[in-house]
Structure formats: structure tokens, C-alpha cells
């Protein structure tokens, strides 16, 4: 059964950063895609940043050059490093994944789901 556990969440000033990490276990085969997606209140779920199994990766156009999705060695755990944080960056932020995925940033993409962490940006 696959688990994916995410951590790193917090409250962080506007132009402050945080390290998003999500260990995940249970996968069966070796081939699978990661991403981090973000849901505020009120809002739909999107896709923040995404890497696939090549380690090829893809950003939202609100995050490009602030945000880095990456991945250990073994590829048991993912990060999301988040820079030059804004008040709009505040969300629930979910690690997600899928079996033979391409990396994309759509929700309908992913099966397996962490539960969440939150992330607050003060003004």
C-alpha cells in the first residue's frame, strides 16, 4: 500500500523560505512520478510543481523561479524548497504521486495522496 507522509509546513513572513518534504513508501515497481499541488480555501486544487520518472520536472507559472521540486537518490523522498514565499503561496500543500506517470500537473493524473501540510505567508 503506497503512504506518502508530507512535513515541513509553517508560518514564514512574505519573502521567507521552507523545505517541503514528503517520504513515500509501498511502491511496488520503480517507475513512478511525484508533485506537490496546493489547495487554499475556497479554491480548487493545483498543481505546483511535478517531476517524472527521468527526473524531468514542470512548475506552475506562479511559482517558476521560486520553487524547486527534487528528489533523494533512492527516490523515497520528495522536497519542495520554496523561496521568496508570497501571501498568495499560503495553502494546504499535498504530495502526490502515480504508477508510470508523466509528470504533470494534473490533479485527475495522481491516485496516491499524502494528507497535507500547511503553509502560511504573512504580509
Known amino acids: 500500500q503506497v503512504q506518502l507522509v508530507e512535513s515541513g509546513g509553517g508560518s514564514v513572513p512574505a519573502g521567507g523560505s521552507l523545505r517541503l518534504s514528503c517520504v513515500a513508501s509501498?511502491?511496488?515497481?520503480?517507475?513512478?512520478?511525484m508533485a506537490w499541488f496546493r489547495q487554499a480555501p475556497g479554491n480548487e486544487r493545483e498543481g505546483v510543481a511535478a517531476?517524472?520518472?527521468?527526473?524531468?520536472?514542470a512548475y506552475a507559472d506562479s511559482v517558476k523561479g521560486r520553487f524547486t521540486i527534487s528528489q533523494d537518490s533512492a527516490k523515497n523522498t520528495l522536497y519542495l524548497q520554496m523561496n521568496s514565499l508570497k501571501p498568495e503561496d499560503s495553502a494546504m500543500y499535498y504530495c502526490a504521486a502515480e504508477d508510470y506517470g508523466l509528470g504533470s500537473l494534473l490533479v485527475d493524473e495522481y491516485h496516491y495522496w499524502g494528507q497535507g501540510t500547511q503553509v502560511t505567508v504573512s504580509s
Open positions: 509501498g511502491f511496488t515497481n520503480g517507475y513512478y512520478s
Open positions: 517531476i517524472d520518472d527521468d527526473a524531468i520536472t
